[in-house]
């Protein structure tokens, strides 16, 4: 293994006595800048009855109650006159954002020149854990606008010394490969899927490319996807989780998990079944607080917030690549959720069962479920592209998807085998799924009951 890039050094290989002491000194002024800044925590505070200045370490903010995306909107226009995070006043405001709205009105957000900064500074770190180099030409597939994710991987791009094609979209023409020569591409496993079909079909081997990078994001994925887009490119694919809140973590060289820079994003997992934050190891929702160091601002700040993501920590040793800041799972959707029979069933473990490696002679990858039924019966319809379908071994394909999905969940398994679950699969040609339809991002896993 080549020796381990870092973007700081000195921060990313800190020992953690020395870590924890940096950040329970950005949590204190961060709470304190909290209290005095933002409408909505001063108010909080006093609702509570907290003493800002009682929190003084990360586990001082076990603590205190947590905060989630429908306070951010409740404390916005339309429904309160003004924006009660905006922490700064309106001159120090250098952006306006808002997220996707996915999951409901648009949460805004304000963004400094120093959250810029503090944002790039997370993904300069990413972008060289996952080995980018000065020289490199990096396409970015993700939208400019106000979503702050394109924005922010070219600020970065600059730090790093990378050159930037700023095409927005995954739907570039094939010249642009041919011309410029980009050796990075950042985009999701499905984009990045499909624009290896549209170069194969212009004559153009994906592994012939000069692409030696692939940095996903987006979304969350299966690792089997993960295994078969570097095949299909031939080249290195890392993962990377993002957001407007401001998590931004990377995936070093070991590949077993993700780095949070836990001297700009303090994170803790949260079980709301279960009422309490979990131990390391176990499952929970990932609930970040923003970090400033002394003397910095934010114009928009969150303390203790529930991004409704899932994930686990994997460690806080030291790892291979030298870092020690913790790692988690990559993160999957709350959203992204069914129950099947009291069973959860998230949209990976449909993906992990769509690319077993044997499936994918036969399908191009693309899929779509939907669920059906009632308490007594719940049907799952499987709909995967073949290149093909006359010709796929469809009988295959489902044996390998069903022994994929059962294979570590016994539950579902029982709720299969006493027929109360059941697993109904289609093949389409491509383009013949109904999420080819859809513009933007569609949902691949749909409950309809």
């Known amino acids: ?71 951010i909107r409740e404390n916005q226009p339309p429904t309160t006159p003004d924006f009660a995070f905006l922490s700064v006043k309106n001159k120090d405001v250098f952006t306006v954002h808002e997220t996707t709205g996915t999951s409901g009105i648009p949460k805004s957000f304000f963004l400094t020149w120093e959250d810029w900064e503090r944002y790039a500074e997370k993904y300069a770190r990413a972008f060289t854990m996952e080995g980018l ?37 995954c739907t570039f023409p094939v010249r642009v490969i041919r011309h410029y020569r980009p050796t990075v591409i950042v985009g999701s496993v499905f984009k990045l899927l499909r624009l290896a079909r549209r170069l194969r079909a212009d004559g153009i081997d994906p592994a012939e490319s000069g692409v030696r990078r692939l940095i996903i994001g987006g979304e969350g994925f299966a690792e089997e996807s993960r295994v078969y887009l570097e095949k299909v490119w031939g080249s290195e694919a ?90 988690v799972l990559p993160p999957w959707r709350e959203a992204e959720t069914v129950v099947i029979q009291g069973c959860a069933v998230n949209r990976i473990e449909i993906e992990r069962a769509v690319f077993q490696p044997d499936n994918l002679n036969s399908i191009t990858g693309e899929y779509e479920a939907f669920v059906y039924g009632d308490e007594d019966e719940t049907v799952l319809r499987v709909s995967m592209e073949c290149d093909d379908p006359a010709h796929a071994d469809r009988k295959k394909i489902e044996q390998a998807f069903i022994a994929a999905l059962f294979s570590d969940r016994p539950d579902l398994r029982e709720a299969y085998e006493e027929e109360r679950f059941r697993v109904i699969f289609n093949f389409t040609p491509p383009g013949g799924l109904e999420l080819a339809a859809v513009k933007g991002r569609p949902k691949r896993l749909v409950d309809r009951r």
């Open 1 to 71: 293994m080549a020796p381990e890039l870092y973007w700081n050094e000195k921060i990313e290989t800190m020992e953690r006595g020395d870590l924890d002491a940096l950040i329970d000194e950005r949590v204190k002024y961060t709470v304190r800048y909290a209290a005095e800044h933002s409408p909505f925590y001063r108010r909080w505070f006093a609702e509570h009855r907290i003493d800002p200045a009682s929190v003084t370490s990360h586990e001082d903010l076990l603590e205190l109650p947590i905060v989630g995306g429908n306070t």
């Open 133 to 169: 180099v000065p020289g490199d030409r990096l396409v970015v597939c993700a939208s400019y606008g106000m979503n702050i994710g394109a924005n922010t991987m070219t600020l970065a791009a600059h730090l790093v010394g990378l050159s930037v094609v700023p095409e927005g979209k």
């Open 238 to 327: 890392y993962n990377t989780y993002g957001s407007t809140e401001g998590t931004m973590c990377g995936e070093c060289s070991v590949k077993q998990g993700l780095h949070c820079p836990e001297d700009l994003v303090h994170v803790d997992l949260y079980d709301p079944a279960m009422g309490r934050f979990v131990k390391d190891g176990e499952d929970g929702r990932l609930v970040l607080t923003t970090l400033l160091p002394p003397g910095g601002k934010a114009g928009t700040l969150l303390l203790n917030y529930d991004t409704e993501d899932w994930s686990r920590v994997v460690t806080r040793e030291r790892c291979a690549c030298g870092r020690t800041h913790l790692k």
